[in-house]
């Protein structure tokens, strides 16, 4: 084993859903940085952000406007990627919803089907809409990869009253190792499909607590509930992407990596 360009990721083609700002963002910029090719959808208009990603480089950002709770677009898009580059090594499923915050018995049933959509059905359906592209991709040296972006509340049981969003991250974990089990390496050394599937947990970022770490007691709260002392960069989970897109994660399948500062093994990991 090569160790020097173990957790190379150049010539990739990647797409990243929700990758405007953020976790998501911060994914994009990886793996920019480690020279591959980035696609990074968004319902809003994402070429700002790309042109920015695109002149850090080595390598290359390409903003797709896509609305991943529509069928028709997810189609487009996957369409679209197929007429660039034929194949897809590395499927970031980073767009999501949350905070919608309402006692049990008052919780809109619209809001829960509004939060699903994005955060459940719009991975499964990009997924399998791009289950070709990652066969064209992946190979037994160089697999292909889908990630999928759940959170630790998937993980945990969180006290607060966003109702929809923890089960749709624990809906997303459990597809995660099914997809894993069923979708991936079948036919061995001997051919078939070579594809990874984990999830990454985060823990406190940026972004949904934004308003809690507007102030500095905020800040100091949430850094203190973790073991590390710091609320996470959006360049942990990149880096995260990156070791399981990369060869140093190529044995690596049907994973749930929390990336949390400790959150969940601290003394606060019921808050």
């Known amino acids: 084993m090569n160790f020097e360009n173990i957790f190379a990721v150049a ?17 994009a910029a990886g793996f ?42 997810i189609t487009a898009l996957v369409a ?15 767009a999501g919803l949350g905070n919608v915050m309402h006692d049990f018995a008052e919780f809109p049933m619209a809001e829960w089907d509004r939060v699903n959509a994005v955060n459940v059905r719009a991975p ?13 991709a992946g190979t037994i040296e160089s697999h292909a990869s889908v ?7 998937g993980i945990r049981i ?35 499909r070579h594809i990874t599937f984990n999830a990454i947990a985060p823990g406190p970022f940026p972004g949904m607590l934004d308003a809690l770490l507007a102030s500095e007691e905020g800040r100091a709260g949430v850094s203190a509930a973790t073991v590390v002392g710091r609320v996470g960069e959006p360049e942990d989970i990149g880096a995260a992407c990156i070791y399981l897109a990369s060869r140093a994660g190529s044995y690596v399948t049907g994973a749930v990596l929390p990336v949390d500062g400790g959150f969940l093994v601290g003394r606060y990991a019921n808050m």
């Open 32 to 73: 920019v940085a480690g020279g591959a090719r980035v696609y990074i959808t968004s319902r809003s208009d994402l070429s700002t952000t790309a042109k920015e990603l695109d002149s850090e480089g080595p390598g290359e950002c390409i903003a797709l406007r896509t609305d991943l709770s529509q069928d028709e677009d």
């Open 124 to 136: 499964f359906a990009l997924t399998k809409e791009c289950l070709p592209l990652l066969e064209a």
């Open 158 to 192: 969180p006290s607060d009253n966003d109702w929809a969003y923890g089960q749709g991250k624990a809906a997303l974990i459990h597809l995660t190792r099914q997809w894993a089990g069923e979708l991936g390496n079948k036919g061995g050394a001997k051919g078939g």
């Open 11 to 27: 010539g990739k083609v990647v797409c990243v859903t929700g990758g405007g700002g953020g976790i998501g963002r911060g994914i």
């Open 80 to 94: 679209e990627l197929t007429h660039r580059d034929g194949k897809l090594d590395v499927l970031v499923n980073n």
């Open 147 to 153: 990630i999928n972006i759940a959170s630790i509340d």
